[in-house]
Nanobody, 124 residues
Framework: QVQLVESGGGLVQAGGSLRLSCAAS????????MGWFRQAPGKEREFVAA???????NYADFVKGRFTISRDNAKNTLSLQMNSLEPEDTAVYHC??????????????????WGQGTQVTVSA
């Protein structure tokens, strides 16, 4: 089974930056559609960004150019660079691996493997 472990979360002030990493074992990330999702307490999980076959990337509307998803094939890791963070970005961020087209990669049901998540807290 593919195992995913996130790191890099923390507490930052509004306007700050964080870089999240997702380390994979038991599988090669280049073989999957990779995504970042987030979930705040009492709210449903929502899509953040995806890295698709062929290198296509797509983002949720709320990202507004602030985040960048990337993949390092040599290190078998997935990253999410987050800039200009806002309090509304506070959530547990999960990385995931699955199979989907670029359009369908926005939906969590197409991901089979999920990490435990890393907490991101943004204070005003």
């Amino acid at each position: 089974q593919v195992q995913l472990v996130e790191s890099g979360g923390g507490l930052v002030q509004a306007g700050g930056s964080l870089r999240l990493s997702c380390a994979a074992s038991g599988g090669t990330l280049s073989s999957y559609t990779m995504g970042w999702f987030r979930q705040a307490p009492g709210k449903e999980r929502e899509f953040v960004a995806a890295f698709n076959y062929g290198g296509y990337t797509n983002y949720a509307d709320f990202v507004k150019g602030r985040f960048t998803i990337s993949r390092d094939n040599a290190k078998n890791t997935l990253s999410l660079q987050m800039n200009s963070l806002e309090p509304e970005d506070t959530a547990v961020y999960h990385c995931a691996a699955g199979w989907a087209t670029p359009t369908l990669s926005r939906e969590g049901k197409y991901y089979k493997y999920w990490g435990q998540g890393t907490q991101v807290t943004v204070s005003a």
